[in-house]
């Protein structure tokens, strides 16, 4: 069974700070990991994945995540937050079709806040 | 680009009413799922199908149906609405081979 743990369902940085969203999974396979990203009375937008590969993942609006299997961590970063990215912020993982699997699990989401 | 578009945007029931939420994409994309989305719980995943005519549960079934009839349209079914059914209901997409979910705008749908 897989798992994802946001900490912190409400994050506020000042605009020009780092943003750290912190995502935790668990799963029995090896896993394919998500941010998706919701705007207001919007759909999900996808940020960033990781599938296999490089486990530095760069995603779209300067975001960018590392897999750390050791820790089972697969945190979203961006190293200066801008007003248009507050939002919320949803980390997944799928154990992929491979392992016949592609249900995507989610987290329960952080709200971003910007202050200005 | 993918397009996936729901049938409403808000949307306002009576208690017992049957409720249709359709979702159409224009990709030719196999797999679709219906999800709900709730403050503080995220999104959980009703109903998936992989194919026309096929459906599979997700975590949280009960209380709703779906319908697959062509391959561009999935339709999620409350037979008889309750008011713990008001919620956000998202529909996603993604073809056999990428892993990549595609989302709707969104239904939020009201029950009184």
């Known amino acids: 069974a897989q798992s994802v743990t946001q900490l912190g369902s409400h994050v506020s940085v000042s605009e020009g700070a780092l943003v750290l969203l912190r995502c935790n999974y668990s799963?029995?396979?090896?896993?394919?990991l998500f941010w998706y990203v919701q705007y207001p009375n919007q759909g999900l937008q996808l940020l960033l994945k990781?599938?296999?590969?490089?486990?530095l993942v760069k995603g779209i609006n300067g975001f960018e995540a590392e897999f750390k299997k050791s820790e089972t961590s697969f945190h979203l970063t961006k190293p200066s937050a801008h007003m248009s990215d507050a939002a919320e912020y949803f980390c997944?993982?799928?154990?992929?079709?491979?392992?016949?699997?592609?249900?995507?699990?989610f987290g329960t989401g952080t709200r971003l806040t910007i202050i200005p | 680009d993918v397009k996936v578009t729901q049938s409403s945007r808000y949307l306002v029931k009576r208690t017992g009413e049957k409720v249709f939420l359709e979702c159409v994409q224009d990709?030719?994309?196999?797999?679709m799922f219906w999800y709900r989305q709730d403050p503080g719980l995220g999104l959980r995943l009703i109903y998936f199908?992989?194919?026309?005519?096929?459906?599979e549960k997700g975590d949280i079934p009960e209380g709703y149906s779906v319908s697959r009839e062509k391959k561009e349209r999935f339709s999620l079914i409350l037979e008889s609405a309750s008011t713990n059914q008001t919620s956000m209901y998202l529909c996603?997409?993604?073809?056999?081979?990428?892993?990549?979910?595609?989302f709707g705008p969104g239904t939020r749908l009201l029950v009184l």
């Open positions: 997944a993982v799928s154990e992929g079709k491979d392992f016949g699997n592609e249900k995507l699990t």
């Open positions: 799963s029995s396979v090896p896993p394919y």
């Open positions: 990781y599938t296999t590969g490089a486990t």
């Open positions: 990709m030719d994309h196999e797999n």
């Open positions: 199908s992989y194919d026309v005519k096929m459906k």
């Open positions: 996603a997409t993604t073809t056999g081979t990428e892993e990549t979910q595609y």
